[in-house]
């Protein structure tokens, strides 16, 4: 089955202690996004990859880091978590194709909470 | 800047009703414009993609109108379903590589 697979689900952890949040796609898709969601807010994105050792700042990067070393994984890394990084988290891709002609794919989010 | 306006906030309509629920954005320059469904606590599901270059797409009983040139895109839902509720996001892809997307209109079916 065609999917983007995100873990953990969930996730509690202190304020300061490192962790990272995987992203899985099998589509062979080169597109890869991480997106924030919070309420009022909606969703705001973080990093995106246009292909392997590609990788941009979205809208809201500070506090966070990305790597692509191979196309199907994405990382989500934060080096020094804070509270305000409390929200839940969503992977996506996309095929590219040399266009942005196509939609996304989602994983199905995971919720951090920094205590 | 690109902003995607989702409008109503939330709705409530009986079930059976027919109902439209609207996306609104600030620049025409965009290469597709994607309609998704999220139930709560839960990941995005894509229900429509609309190329620039197209109008309409339909899916079961699901309709989606694009018009670059106002701005606007509309998702129709025909004859509603308790099932239908949840939260349906519109995202734009404007050029770049990034993408927008509305805070979402939150339907409620009564069954």
């Known amino acids: 089955e065609a999917q983007v697979t995100q873990n953990p689900r969930y996730l509690i952890t202190v304020t300061g202690k490192k962790l990272t949040v995987t992203c899985s796609q099998n589509m062979n898709h080169e597109y890869m996004s991480w997106y924030r969601q919070d309420p009022g807010l909606g969703l705001r994105q973080i990093y995106y990859?246009?292909?392997?050792?590609?990788?941009d700042k979205g809208d809201v990067p500070e506090g966070y880091k990305v790597s692509r070393k191979e196309k199907r994984n994405f990382p989500l890394i934060l080096e020094s978590p804070s509270p305000n990084q409390t929200s839940l988290y969503f992977c996506a891709s996309s095929p590219t194709g040399g266009t942005l002609n196509y939609g996304y794919t989602f994983g199905s989010g995971t919720r951090l909470t920094v205590v | 800047k690109q902003e995607v306006t989702q409008i109503p906030a939330a709705l409530s309509v009986p079930e059976g009703e027919n109902l439209v629920l609207n996306c609104s954005f600030t620049d025409s320059a965009i290469y597709n414009l994607q309609w998704f469904r999220q139930d709560p606590g839960k990941g995005l599901t894509s229900l429509l993609l609309?190329?620039?270059?197209?109008r309409e797409q339909t899916s079961g009983r699901l309709n989606a109108s694009l018009d670059k040139s106002s701005g606007r895109s509309t998702l129709y839902i025909a004859a509603s379903q308790p099932g239908d509720s949840a939260t349906y996001l519109c995202?734009?892809?404007?050029?770049?590589?990034?993408?927008?997307f509305g805070a979402g209109t939150r339907l409620f079916v009564k069954a």
């Open positions: 995202a734009v892809r404007p050029g770049g590589f990034k993408t927008i």
């Open positions: 609309i190329q620039s270059s197209q």
């Open positions: 990859s246009m292909n392997v050792e590609v990788t």
